[in-house]
């Protein structure tokens, strides 16, 4: 009896620790977000920006940070999702914010199928060269059918109807910055959730061992692709996110440049970690933002030299290095 | 009575070579059955035509009554046969707990599950909580596996195989670079496997076959020389020439 007790709040605690984290997680979010709303009032494009790349970062860190598929290509779910959105509102009246969000959702979870099917075909260098080619497919794809996506000159007309029929979408994107606020939320929760969960255990076992995961008995491909919908679905709603609040989609959304950033962003807050999605995410964008301010000629430079001394001083990235160095304390002290 | 799992003439020849010639055995619930043989004898190739890794040139491969000769090697796993690898393959970041509970859950069919959380599941944790205590793995079981000495290491690979409750356990090197002295541990897990579980092992650590297996099977450039008990092993002249010949050599020549 004392035994099983001792048992049950041995494994209690973690458990408890766990939740108590992604409060604090939850916590930091909003209060960041009503910072930045009170911060920056005439920047809020700028942060709702962020919020749909962070979308997009966290959708590759479902595949590339837990499960280990390496993607050049992911920006094709993201920009799916905008593309997806937009032409609901400007071609046939979907102007619904929510509704363009769940057209977003659904449109994104296809191209996750549809690249998912492509990519996972192959193994790393094949697996990343075919990524790069299933972006310059969708690239190109949007680019031809211009009397739908209005090619090269971006898809425009996009008109997204108040809020709840109650918060119109106005010129400062105050709505637009506390419903991608939100929807960030959202899935956040919902991801802690997934990554925690049996299948997000699955999808750590095959990032660490896929022939281990195998001699278990379970499809690797088959927690890769439903993996690949999810983050299909997640970067989607990054996509929706961003057509509403520019009211805007342009091919750049389908880019390959935008695939390699995000990636990178990921890189630089720390892969396999919600929170180094976010992190790398902010930290980039604002880095970015300030340093092309301050210096218009050499701003590239700098970034590039921010993401080498992350590399080499902070490899497991922002976050990463911060979460194990605070580890190491804690080791240290018990 | 009917063989739990069997092969039959199997054959596989890679460009001309043959590797598995003609080879059959068969393995009843219970079974305590070690395939023995030289480097290059053909064991690796036969351990992968027997897990589905590899598709034989000719020969059947049944399991439970059941031809499984065509099925991948993720439904003989459903099917009831579970292998242990040569070179540990953990993962390394893991910790012995989720490692087990990830085995439970997938046998359970409830590895898929998006929500919730095996801590929260009790008949998950108990069942995991009991195969690291058989194995005196219980408290390791928040560390991560890097973190562990391989010889215990070599302890989980078997807590794994055995999480899968399998019907037919194929062990291959289960004490493979583990140090003399904590061999005796593995020993120790082998002799605590189900008795009613018919276990292939292949060793090159003959105390250990010696002890362990009730009947070897010698296998030599592809093709089967012996099948006996470990007592006649050694005397058999073409297992001395095939096997321990080098060794019968030097006896000879001192």
Redesign the interface.
Known sequence: MAASTT?TL??GA??RRNITGSLIGIAAIIVIGIIGYYLFPNNLALLTRIIATALLVLSIDLVTGYCGVATLGHAALFGAGAYAAGIASAHYGISDPLLMTLVGALAGAVAGLVSGLIILRAHGLPQLVLSIAVIHLFHEAANKASSWTGGSDGLSGIAPTALLGLFEFDLWGRTAYIYGLALLLIVFVLLQ??V???????A??VR??P??I??????VQSVLL?MYVISGVVAGIGGALSAMSTQVVGLDSLSFTLSAESLVMLVLGGTGSLYGALVGTVSFMWFEDVVSAANPFHWLTMVGALLIAVVLFAPRGLYGTAAALVQRLKGGRA | MIPLFGVQNLNKSFGGLAVTNNVSLSLAAGDRLALIGPNGAGKTTFVNLV?GNLLPNSGTVRLAGQDVTRRN??ER??LGL??S?QVT??????TPE?HL???V???EG???????????MPEV?DEV?DILDLLGLLELS?LKVREIAYGQQRLLEIA?ALA?RPKVLLLDEPAAGVPQSETARIEQALDKLPPDLAVLMIEHDMDLVFRFAKRVIVLAAGTVIFDGSPQDVTKDARVREAYLGSYANVGSAA
């Not at chain 2, 393959?89 to 893991?94: E, I």
């Not at chain 2, 409830?110 to 929260?120: E, F, L, N, P, W």
Request: hydrophobic residues 45%; aromatic residues 8%.
């Open positions: 048992q041995a494994a973690p458990a959730l997934l925690r969960s049996p299948f997000g255990m699955l750590r076992g660490e061992d022939l281990r195998s001699a278990m008995g379970a499809s439903r | 897990t090697a993720m796993v459903r579970v292998r690898f393959r953990l993962f390394y970041g893991m989720e509970a990830l085995a859950l997938q046998r409830k590895s898929g599950r998006m929500v919730g959380r095996y801590q929260a944790m909580r928040h794994l899968l």
